[in-house]
């Protein structure tokens, strides 16, 4: 769930702080799923969910939401999205780890990305960040005769 405050005359207003000044706003607000280059993302086989349908939460897979940041394997090389492709980088994902980072802005100002059906929207756009595990690295080999 996700909603917003917004601050009049040095006055917060909105659903924080329900005191006689306070108001609450239905609106059409909708949230829209974004790649970090600005493409759709579907997570749960959409990119774009009403107010209503987003209520319960946003759901997708792991896989899902690593492909709107561009992985679309574990095991694909993360010198790909490395700035400089660092070589001192493991060979896949699945033996260092990543940062998936989403970032939500919410905005009532029509853009190229705005869905046309609301007045508010809320664009999630995801991004991969390349941070290698700071933890050792456990092996566990076990030889059988």
């Not at 969910?49 to 939460?57: D, V």
């Not at 980088?89 to 989403?102: A, E, N």
């Not at 046309?116 to 929207?121: G, K, L, M, T």
Request: net charge negative; aromatic share 4%; proline share 6%.
């Amino acid at each position: 769930r996700h909603g917003y405050s917004v601050e009049l005359e040095n006055k917060p207003h909105g659903q924080a702080g329900q005191d006689e000044t306070s108001k609450e706003h239905s609106s059409k607000l909708r949230t829209v799923i974004r790649a970090a280059d600005g493409s759709k993302c579907s997570v749960d086989g959409r990119s774009s969910w009403s107010r209503e349908e987003s209520r319960a939460g946003i759901v997708g897979t792991l896989a899902e939401w690593l492909a709107c940041a561009g992985i679309n394997d574990l095991d694909a090389n993360p010198r790909s999205l490395a700035k400089g492709g660092d070589s001192t980088l493991p060979s896949h994902f699945r033996s260092m780890g990543l940062v998936l980072q989403l970032t939500l802005s919410y905005s009532n100002i029509p853009s190229e990305h705005s869905p046309q059906d609301a007045d508010e929207f809320c664009l999630v756009t995801v991004k991969a960040q390349v941070r290698p595990t700071l933890g050792p690295m456990l092996h566990h080999l076990l030889y059988a005769p």
